[in-house]
């Protein structure tokens, strides 16, 4: 069974950081992108940040050059870096694993969420 468990997660003041983390196990990590995500309370959820199997990777405009992604296949595990937080950037952060779908982008499985706050 797949499953993706994020820690990293707390209270900061704004321009604080914090390095999220993500354990993936039940499936070929390495052959995987993964993703995350972020979703403030009674918002929409938002794409945050992406990383293919071959390390490229994506951000939101509104992160780029705060927030630095990378993934560690020994560890079967994915980080998110993010610098110079701020309040805008208060939400549930949730982890995400690509199907692989040959028809594009579909992330299929989500982990639990932690939770940042910036105040």
């Known amino acids: 069974d797949v499953q993706l468990v994020e820690s990293g997660g707390g209270s900061v003041q704004p321009g604080g950081s914090l390095r999220l983390s993500c354990a993936a196990s039940?499936?070929?990590?390495?052959?995987?992108?993964m993703g995350w995500f972020r979703q403030a309370h009674g918002d929409g959820c938002e794409l945050v940040s992406t990383i293919s199997s071959e390390r490229s990777t994506y951000y939101a405009d509104s992160v780029k050059g705060r927030f630095t992604i990378s993934r560690d296949n020994a560890k079967k595990a994915v980080y998110l870096q993010l610098n110079s937080l701020k309040t805008g950037d208060t939400a549930m952060y949730y982890c995400?694993?690509?199907?692989?779908?040959?028809?594009?982008?579909?992330?299929?499985?989500w982990g639990q969420g932690t939770q940042v706050t910036v105040s």
């Open positions: 995400a694993k690509d199907s692989g779908s040959r028809f594009g982008w579909y992330f299929d499985y």
């Open positions: 039940g499936f070929t990590f390495d052959d995987h992108d």
